[in-house]
Each structure stands twice: as structure tokens, then as C-alpha cells.
């Protein structure tokens, strides 16, 4: 889910400080992994050289992250990746980890899109408000079997919530639905 603006340009001087180009002030490897975590794709470039450093930079976050007991890669993957850089693997492991990765993205993106589609108005399954209450009676009808009741016919109806009271469910309910829909 990259910005869609241009990556970020970020470059290191000769005293191996990094330069937010964007913003004129000096970062640190956090604050690259925290854009790029926001969605920002970056490049890092040493200023005299030019050379581009930005996969150099990329797995140093990842080591570090790694040696902190971050561990998203499991040793079976590690291993894997070190046979990898064989002659025979080079040609396909990148495409396969670089198609792999996208699937995953896309997958998600499907995921949460689905949610918000299904589930747009929680409460729309059980018919509004009324119907929510209707069923929770009818479920504490059942759970309680009439218990206490001589005669069910003749037992009083459960009172309807104060006009006030109801204000204040439909607040709240309006609130939960406000954060599934970010979700």
C-alpha cells in the first residue's frame, strides 16, 4: 500500500548520518521503518557516490528488528533464503518472495474490504434497534423459561426503555458503528 506520492529520498552523508530530504532533518533507522510502515516507499542514496543503499538499509532494519526478538522470519525462511543466493535460485526466489508478498497485500486489502461490505450496519441483521431489542427479550424469555411466572398470559410485558434511554443506545450504538466502520 504504497503513497502514492514518490519515494521518499533520503540521503546519507559521508558521516553515515541519514538526510529526510522532504523534511531537512536528520533521521534514524526507526524513523525509516516508521515511514515505511505508514506506507511510504523510500530510497536511500549516498550523496557522493550516488549509489543506491536503500536495500543495504532495508535489511539492516530488518536485522535489527530481528536481533531485538522481533522475530517475523523463522529459521526454516532464513535458511532457506541464505540457499537461495545459489545460481539456481537467484533467477526465481526474488520474483517468487516479490509475487508472494504482493498475494499477501492483495489478500488483506480483499479481507478488510469484505468486512466493510458485509457488515456495513451491524445492527441491520437483527432489524434495527427494535429488532435487537426484540430478540434479546426473546432470548431472555427462553434462557429464564418463564421462571416466576404463575401464569405467562397474565405476566406484565417487559417495559419499553425510557425515551432518554433510548437516545442514549442509539448514541452509543451510532459510536460502535463509527469505529467498525474504521476497522
Known amino acids: 500500500m504504497s503513497d502514492q506520492r514518490s519515494a521518499l529520498l533520503i540521503k546519507r552523508y559521508a558521516s553515515r548520518r541519514l538526510y529526510n530530504t522532504e523534511t531537512s532533518d536528520y533521521v534514524t533507522l526507526e524513523d525509516i521503518a516508521g515511514f515505511i510502515r505508514a506506507g511510504r516507499d523510500v530510497q536511500i542514496v549516498d550523496l557522493k557516490s550516488g549509489d543506491d543503499l536503500t536495500r543495504q538499509y532495508l535489511l539492516q532494519i530488518i536485522t535489527e528488528h530481528e536481533s531485538k526478538g522481533e522475530n517475523v522470519l523463522p529459521i526454516n525462511v532464513l535458511t532457506d533464503l541464505v540457499r537461495s543466493y545459489s545460481d539456481t535460485a537467484k533467477s526465481f526466489v526474488p520474483d517468487f518472495l516479490s509475487h508472494s508478498f504482493d498475494m499477501l497485500k492483495k489478500q488483506q486489502a ?74
Open 110 to 183: 480483499d479481507l478488510v474490504g469484505n468486512l466493510q461490505s458485509t457488515i456495513p450496519d451491524p445492527m441491520a441483521a437483527f432489524g434495527g434497534l427494535e429488532g435487537w431489542q426484540q430478540k434479546q427479550q426473546e432470548f431472555m424469555a427462553a434462557m429464564m423459561g418463564n421462571w416466576g411466572r404463575k401464569d405467562v398470559e397474565d405476566a406484565p410485558e417487559v417495559a419499553e426503555p425510557e425515551t432518554e434511554d433510548l437516545d442514549e443506545i442509539k448514541k452509543q450504538l451510532a459510536e460502535l458503528q463509527a469505529k467498525l466502520a474504521k476497522l
